[in-house]
């Protein structure tokens, strides 16, 4: 059982190992008695208090910069404060306490029992039948998170029992470089923007659809400079118990996800017990890059689509970047068995990045000065109108190194891949060739040609997703017909036709996914597709017959 009654009831038996144990104080004013006999049982501790009025979401911040602790004590008194324990957890070191006093202080005694048997009941492991209760995988892991418990005369104990790193997110990592400037500091800031209304978009009629809000006003974009950053495949940058914001591809989330760091709880993960390590004999053994490094590492590092996106959506800092240091790097990884292609080499390369300034590691590497910028674009959320000027400047360039001649008034954009398929493409395709388009497979062609082809084309059409993304390459507005299933819930192409004109003409078919009240389950995003020639097939017919924009 655990022994916490020494000191005050409040210096763990566990914490006499410790040399200079690291304590957090949470209460409405400074605790200055309770800090006084912490230091006097142990003078090398090093004591912080918080303030319990901070938000969740400034008290996450506040644990975050001051790292792994020993002992977190808790006598705010705070309503609900038990609901903070399952944070309080996940910032203590495995075999560190948190400490509730006065647990029944300032607490109506029905709720403190409701919230003290759930908390307790999932330290036990027991749950109630409903395997889809919202949040039972995250009870089930703060569970597995208390080593051993204690309840005691108006007082709680639990030890913690797992390594746990602080996911931050954009909107609040300049929040954490004021409290830690040792990390890092931010070198620019660009102002927000509302959302651009230049697009149109026109839709066909639908069984069912995903309603999605992709007209929020674009954030303030932020160059920052962090200092001895450990890199690794899967866009994960860390910084000891840190994971950077800029680990998460899809940032404006709710709750910040990366396929390649380990799920802790909502604001925690473990990107410690990545495979990369299994071979590299802990952190000793990564290898260190000196200078200064761009960071255009990606979830999907290598995929077209992901690559326009999600990468040249950080471009927009990367001369003012360079200008400050002339020896900047652009930083890559391997993933998915994919090496660096020579398209992305030429992509970069009309950003303005020369082939000798890219660094394309195949494992883990730990950077000494990583420098990194807030996207521009992030499907579905936002689209920074700012980011047209470095769209054009990648389209001119590569159209400038076209040797295409004359091409296609109008193409249809098709696919061989599996993903999200069209049951009828076969159909689709001779149905669109018999309305004057040439098939186009963007793949065939040099990557200079594929954005010629879309720049000299009057009308555009083609199966929604990474092969129409050549649209940001293409200033001109168009005219564009897009075929998409009613499951899919990607919005990349409208949020370039906000910003550069298009009209996006959106031909929905009926998907093969189930649809569950107000959403499609798991996988609708991949799911196949049919084309319906009396709906979608009109639908198409009746675009083309408006031979101008209305």
Not at 148 to 167: E, H, N, S, W
Not at 274 to 286: C, Q, R
Not at 312 to 317: E, F, G, N, Q
Request: proline share 6%.
């Amino acid at each position: 059982m655990l022994r916490i009654w020494a000191v005050d009831d409040v210096l763990a038996e566990d914490l006499k190992q410790v040399r200079a144990p690291v304590v957090v104080i949470i209460s409405r004013q400074p605790a200055k008695r309770l800090r006084q006999l912490l230091l006097a049982a142990r003078p090398q501790a090093v004591v912080h208090d918080i303030d319990a009025a901070l938000s969740d979401e400034d008290l996450h911040i506040a644990l975050a910069a001051i790292g792994p602790c020993d002992l977190i004590i808790d006598q705010s008194s705070v309503p609900g404060r038990l609901r903070r324990v399952r944070r309080y957890i996940y910032c203590v070191r495995p075999g560190g306490v948190v400490l509730i006093r006065k647990l029944t202080q300032g607490q109506k005694p029905d709720v403190l029992r409701k919230q003290l048997g759930a908390l307790l009941a999932d330290v036990a492991g027991q749950y109630g039948a409903d395997d889809s209760e919202p949040g039972r995988n995250d009870r089930a892991r703060f569970g597995r998170a208390v080593r051993d418990v204690r309840l005691g005369q108006d007082r709680l104990a639990l030890v913690g029992g797992c390594t746990a790193q602080a996911k931050i997110g954009e909107e609040k990592i300049d929040d954490l470089l004021a409290l830690r400037p040792d990390l890092g500091r931010v070198l620019s800031h660009r102002p927000g923007a509302p959302a651009p209304q230049a697009g149109e978009v026109r839709m066909s009629s639908y069984d069912h659809l995903v309603q999605i809000d992709f007209s929020q006003r674009a954030p303030q974009l932020a160059l920052r400079e962090y200092e001895n950053v450990l890199t690794v495949p899967g866009q994960i940058a860390t910084s000891g118990s840190i994971i950077l914001p800029d680990s998460f591809r899809h940032w404006p989330h709710t709750r910040l996800h990366n396929p390649y760091i380990r799920e802790i709880a909502p604001d925690f993960g473990d990107a410690t017990g990545l495979p990369w390590f299994a071979e590299v004999p802990g952190e000793g053994g990564v290898r260190t890059l000196p200078g200064s490094y761009f960071y255009l590492d990606d979830e999907v590092r290598g995929h077209f689509g992901h690559m326009t996106t999600e990468v040249v959506s950080r471009l927009w800092a990367w001369e003012e970047a360079k200008t400050r240091d002339p020896s900047l790097k652009a930083l890559l990884h391997f993933n998915k068995h994919r090496d660096l292609a020579e398209w992305e080499v030429q992509l970069l390369g009309a950003a303005g990045i020369a082939r000798d300034d890219i660094v394309f590691s195949r494992e883990p590497v730990r950077v000494e000065h990583l420098i990194a910028a807030t996207p521009m674009l992030s499907n579905p959320y936002y689209v920074h109108p700012g980011i047209a000027e470095v769209w054009r400047r990648i389209g001119d360039e590569l159209a400038a190194q076209s040797t295409i001649g004359a091409t296609p008034e109008r193409i249809f954009v098709t696919r061989r891949i599996q993903k999200r398929p069209c049951r009828n493409q076969a159909e689709v395709e001779r149905f669109f060739e018999s309305l004057g388009f040439t098939l186009v497979y963007p793949e065939d062609l040099p990557l200079p040609d594929q954005i010629r082809t879309f720049r000299q084309a009057d009308r555009i059409a083609g199966f929604i997703g990474s092969g129409m993304f050549h649209l940001m390459f293409t200033p001109e507005p168009k005219q564009v017909i897009l075929v998409s299933s009613e499951s899919y819930t990607g919005r990349n192409e409208w949020l370039m036709a906000d910003v550069l004109g298009h009209q996006i003409n959106l031909a929905w078919c009926r998907s093969e996914a189930e649809w569950a009240g107000d959403h499609f389950v798991r996988g609708g995003y991949q799911a196949g597709f049919t084309f319906d020639f009396d709906r979608e097939g009109e639908f198409v017919r009746q675009t083309l017959a408006t031979v101008e924009r209305p």
